[in-house]
């Protein structure tokens, strides 16, 4: 099984950063991509960044350029700066990653979400 623990959510002012980060474990043979997704309240969970193993990035219209994904390999972490928050970027943040367990298919894990809020 893999285990995905995220941390790092908070209260923030506007215009403030935080550093989520998201540590996967458990009997892993590989992860392939990585993501951060967040739903706020009443609406539906979006992707928000995702990284693939190698390092390739991509990110939300609303996250480009405020936001940066990446990961340590050797850790099996993954971690979401954001920088410029603003208020509708509250939300719960899930981590999410496409892995591999010992003995098991691969697989679309979650962890439990961290809440970030953005005071204005």
């Known amino acids: 099984q893999v285990q995905l623990v995220e941390s790092g959510g908070g209260l923030v002012q506007a215009g403030g950063s935080l550093r989520l980060s998201c540590a996967a474990s458990g009997t892993i043979v590989m992860i392939n991509d990585m993501g951060w997704y967040r739903q706020a309240p009443g609406k539906q969970r979006e992707l928000v960044a995702t990284i693939s193993s190698s390092g390739s990035t991509k990110y939300a219209e609303s996250a480009e350029g405020r936001f940066s994904i990446s990961r340590d390999n050797a850790k099996n972490t993954v971690y979401l700066q954001m920088n410029s928050l603003k208020p509708e970027d509250t939300a719960v943040y899930y981590c999410?990653?496409?892995?591999?367990?010992?003995?098991?298919?691969?697989?679309?894990?979650w962890g439990q979400g961290t809440q970030v809020t953005v005071s204005s």
């Open positions: 999410s990653a496409h892995a591999q367990a010992w003995g098991a298919a691969v697989f679309r894990y």
